[in-house]
């Protein structure tokens, strides 16, 4: 098979050079539009539920809101773990289920058992709701919004209806939590003085106020139905009698009737309290720079790429300033995107730094531009290949996928240049022995004389990365991209030496003049080695000893040696 798969390229050398160039050329566009993040994504499917009671203290919460919910949720198919949160006007449910349990399959299930028990709930809370699916690293931008002209009510509900609204369209985006929000609404502040004197009841005034009202807060009342009217029937049409509520103000919702004194003397709600215009209670607040503002927190979806969402919110950002007028928009508090770029920037410059180096070294060791050439075409197309299978298989490149690559690069470098090497030695061999043979023969026997023990040598490479793919939690969701990564490379690297590089060398070394020019460094290093190793023949004694000496030193410097999961990265953000 092997002979088989060699001799093809050769006898289609150039179809082989051409499919190649073109892989090449696709791949580069390819790439450039690849996905790109921090970290893989490490996080089990995870499904959270959240309830606002307002006005229900954290106990209130948990007994009325958190326990039911809980008990409906229990026994789901492959559900792990259930965690909950009461807080003052919260309750939020998350489970966390099996690793490769389908995540909108288990969305399903768990909103059928919320329907069930959610008429079991307080009236006064709000049916409970999922929130959308996120990503492990979920937080991918945190915008600060401050204004000296505006107040924080104000930007609030500009923030709820305008921008967070918009910000949700842009593709990718889970969520847009605001922090520090001030929901603008008319409250009525009773005076429990004023209401015994008075001779009011609480349950008088929730009531008159709800009935006032189309819309509230406060209870149910069949005076605040939507809809009441009606219409005028005239010989030619029907004209609809639409109700418009007198109240807009506070000062309206004052004159309300709450009833009557003992005197019989009528009783407005401004008698027995303060009718405002404020905001609900606040259960967290938000500074920035230094002053009172907003902080908008932009979540995104598990399948959604920092980059892409955040230039998208900042597009989107963009075109609603002009209607934002007097509100400063900070983007820059929290983006991780920021990292992204900065990483990439560096990844290309050491790119270019390694390429020169390698010219530089395979130049010096080989000393035959041929040889250096093939090489140099050959390690680019391994790693071209693996990338555009993890392209096809829509995999984001991250930390861990480029770290499998960097890894694989020593393997990927041996296969190009074993090969190389021991075509140009046998070729100089036949040209000097002039036994005939057909270049393309050489070729082809040279290359089969060293993928045979290259070929076992990769795939025990390869199988001793097998265990990593059925590792599980938090490090199987980390080391599972490397892995791949890395075994797609050499994989990759393996077929470019059986098909591409074979092809290349008889096209560039078929007529070319391989006289012996040894490299100087190889000489000088060769003479070296010969001085060290002799010695070292009549006397083993004293290899056997720093070997025994370095092994020792290992084993007593192991238990010193730290151990994290990641590396440590040159992230200036923090997110607490």
Do not use: C
Request: negative net charge.
């Amino acid at each position: 098979m092997m002979r088989w798969i060699v001799g093809t390229s050769l006898k289609l050398r150039y179809v082989v050079v051409a499919a190649a160039s073109a892989m090449m050329v696709f791949g580069i566009g390819a790439v450039r539009d690849v996905p790109m993040d921090v970290f893989p994504e490490f996080a089990p499917p995870r499904v959270e539920i959240q309830t606002p009671s307002l006005g229900l203290s954290a106990s209130e919460v948990e007994a009325l809101v958190t326990v039911p919910l809980e008990q409906s949720l229990q026994g789901m198919d492959r559900l792990d773990t259930i965690r909950s949160k009461s807080v003052p006007q919260l309750s939020s449910i998350e489970l966390i289920f099996e690793p490769g349990t389908d995540l909108l399959e288990a969305r399903q299930l768990v909103q059928e058992r919320v329907e069930a028990v959610t008429p079991t709930l307080p009236t006064w809370s709000s049916p409970p709701f999922m929130i959308q699916p996120l990503s492990a690293t979920s937080r991918v931008m945190k915008i600060g919004l401050t204004s000296d002209t505006r107040s924080l009510t104000e930007m609030s509900m500009i923030s709820y209806w305008t921008i967070r609204e918009r910000l949700l369209r842009v593709p990718g985006v889970a969520n847009v939590a605001i922090w520090g929000e001030r929901l603008q609404m008319m409250q009525v502040q009773v005076e429990p003085k004023k209401l015994k004197a008075q001779q009011v009841s609480l349950d008088d005034v929730m009531a008159a106020t709800a009935d006032s009202l189309d819309a509230g807060l406060l209870q149910f009342s069949d005076g605040a139905v939507i809809g009441t009217g009606g219409a005028i029937e005239t010989p030619n049409q029907r004209l609809s009698i639409q109700h418009v509520l007198p109240i807009v103000k506070p000062a309206d919702l004052a004159q309300v009737s709450v009833g009557t004194s003992g005197s019989g003397k009528p009783l407005q709600l401004d008698d027995v309290a303060k009718v405002v215009e404020d905001h609900q209670p606040l259960i967290g607040d938000a500074v920035i720079n230094d002053g009172p503002g907003l902080m908008l927190i932009v979540e995104k979806l598990p399948w959604g790429n920092t980059l892409d969402v955040t230039e998208g919110v900042e597009e989107a950002l963009d075109s609603m300033a002009p209607g934002l007028s007097g509100i400063e928009i900070d983007t820059t508090i929290f983006r991780p995107a920021t990292f992204v770029e900065t990483s990439m920037d560096n990844l290309k410059t050491a790119m270019i730094l390694g390429f020169l180096l390698v010219v530089l070294i395979i130049g010096a060791f080989l000393f035959e531009w041929r040889m250096a050439l093939i090489s140099l075409v050959t390690i680019p197309l391994s790693l071209m290949a693996a990338a555009l299978v993890l392209d096809w298989r829509g995999a984001t490149v991250n930390t861990m996928v480029l770290a499998g690559f960097v890894i694989a690069l020593g393997a990927i470098v041996d296969d190009a240049i074993i090969d190389v090497e021991n075509i140009l030695r046998r070729l100089r061999q036949n040209r000097q022995e002039a036994t005939g043979v057909s270049t393309a023969r050489v070729i082809l026997d040279a290359s089969l004389e060293v993928r045979g023990p290259i070929i076992y040598a990769t795939l025990i490479i390869v199988a001793a990365a097998l265990p990593v793919f059925f590792l599980e939690g938090l490090s199987g969701a980390f080391f599972r991209p490397l892995a791949l990564s890395y075994t797609l490379a050499v994989l990759a690297s393996l077929a470019v030496a059986l098909t591409v590089t074979p092809a290349l060398s008889l096209i560039l070394l078929q007529h070319s003049r391989l006289e012996r020019r040894e490299s100087p460094v190889v000489g000088g290093l060769k003479r070296g080695y010969r001085v060290l190793l002799a010695p070292l023949i009549r006397r083993p004694a004293g290899a056997y000893a720093v070997v025994a000496v370095v092994v020792l030193a290992g084993i007593a410097v192991l238990p010193q040696l730290g151990q994290s999961l990641l590396p440590s990265f040159k992230e200036r953000d923090f997110l607490m």
